[in-house]
């Protein structure tokens, strides 16, 4: 993925956590439908990364597709020095991302790590259906998958161990260890989008008001579950674990006072199927039609839908996006390393004090050939035929591939004039 590809797709999917953390904040949040908010913060979790994914064609009437894939730009200085920073920009970019991806995926191996620490320390009994790890370290309740495990002290403390094993079970029986490894999981990717660690906070919130609720149904006493929770209110906790002192205690204590919402609050429910397919129609459908750049005083820009299908006729089928890219040489290194042997500053320019960022379009066809070369953001006619003779002149490329089938690929280079310090 270029690197203009996943800024796009990063923003697309930012915005549209975005949207369902919004709807969830301002309808659901308050809500005792608990079971329900647990799916919807979950799908809130799991549908953002796919939804820019999905890529809905909703004009077919051209057999061309016009919206091109545009290479990183390339800056030329008015010394005749060629600059090609976006790959080192690139690099270190995605470096930077994966570090911290990385350092948010060893803190889940350093949790679990830390659980196989105690659970090897620790003695194990039989409850019911699951297993007690008792630890003689000071640590608060917590459950992973069927284990539940418990600090002596709180096993020895007969008045609150009903309660704590009552309300651990809700968490087993129920499956919330797999919510947790997966918000865990999309949070370290995609550190980078707030909404996902908010979600995650929410959802971890919402598996302690499930098992809130069912520990007061079985009747035990109100009061003493309060005291509790606020004795259990500080101390460590395991990111993967459902904790017994996981959230606020006093919003889950307002929760568990809180009467149970009115029944026509489900309706917002049914306003979320709506929500994702506008979020999915907002980012997924693209127009095949024309060609999406600004142009600027360029009769070559002025591309007609003739002109268009002639060269659907011509070439064959124009494609976007495709399974492989043409790549020119050993990659974009020897595009810019052509770029820097061939393009020259032309000197009425300099004289004439022009610069700017011309975008040049061409089909690479399926022999490897590029055609159709043209202007489709104009800054001055001395750059834009100086940037189309560069490209015009270019060698052959490795043609891109759609299922394994060689086919035209229509691109974009941008190419920055830059005169430089005066």
Same mark, same amino acid.
């Given at each position: 993925m270029l690197m203009n590809e996943f800024i796009v797709y990063i923003i697309q999917m930012v915005i549209a956590s975005g949207i369902l953390y919004l709807f969830y904040f301002i309808f659901l949040k308050n809500t005792t439908y608990f079971r329900l908010n647990r799916i919807y913060l979950l799908w809130s979790l799991i549908l953002p990364p796919i939804l820019p994914l999905i890529k809905i064609p909703v004009n077919e009437v051209l057999s061309v597709k016009t919206m091109p894939i545009v290479l990183d730009e390339i800056v030329i200085t008015a010394n005749g020095e060629v600059v090609q920073t976006s790959p080192i920009t690139q690099y270190y970019s995605y470096m930077f991302y994966s570090l911290v991806a990385a350092f948010f995926v060893f803190r889940i191996i350093w949790a679990i790590v830390s659980v196989i620490r105690i659970s090897k320390r620790s003695i194990k009994e039989r409850y019911r259906n699951n297993v007690l790890v008792l630890s003689d370290e000071k640590i608060n309740p917590f459950s992973i998958f069927k284990y539940i495990f418990l600090s002596r002290s709180h096993f020895e403390d007969k008045n609150g161990l009903e309660q704590i094993l009552s309300h651990e079970r809700v968490h087993i029986m129920q499956y919330h260890s797999i919510d947790n490894i997966i918000s865990e999981i999309i949070c370290s990717v995609f550190w980078i989008n707030p909404f996902f660690w908010m979600i995650k906070n929410n959802l971890k919130s919402t598996h302690e008001y499930l098992a809130d609720e069912k520990v007061m149904e079985q009747g035990f006493d109100t009061a003493g579950y309060f005291m509790l929770l606020f004795e259990n209110v500080v101390g460590k906790r395991i990111g993967l674990a459902n904790n017994f002192n996981e959230s606020l205690t006093l919003k889950r204590m307002k929760m568990m006072k809180k009467n149970r919402s009115p029944r026509y609050l489900r309706l917002a429910y049914l306003l979320v199927l709506p929500l994702i397919a506008a979020v999915i129609f907002a980012f997924s459908c693209k127009d095949t039609g024309d060609l999406n750049f600004p142009v600027k005083n360029s009769n070559r820009s002025?591309?007609?839908?003739?002109?268009?299908?002639?060269?659907?006729? &011509?070439? $064959?089928?124009?494609?976007?996006? *495709?399974?492989?890219?043409? &790549?020119? $040489?050993?990659?974009?290194?020897? *595009?810019?390393?052509?770029i820097i042997s061939e393009v020259k500053y032309p000197e009425q320019a300099k004289k004439n004090g022009i610069q700017g960022k011309v975008f040049v379009s061409f089909v690479v066809t399926k022999t490897g050939k590029v055609e159709n070369v043209e202007v489709v953001q104009s800054v001055n006619e001395f750059l834009d035929a100086e940037a189309v003779r560069v490209i015009s002149s270019m060698g052959s490329w490795s043609p891109g591939k759609l299922d394994g089938k060689a086919v035209n690929v229509k691109m974009v280079m941008p190419i920055m004039f830059k005169l430089g310090d005066k």
């Open positions: 002025n591309i007609s839908q003739e002109d268009t299908i002639k060269k659907a006729v &011509v070439f $064959g089928e124009v494609y976007e996006e *495709v399974d492989e890219m043409p &790549v020119y $040489g050993n990659g974009f290194d020897d *595009v810019a390393k052509y």
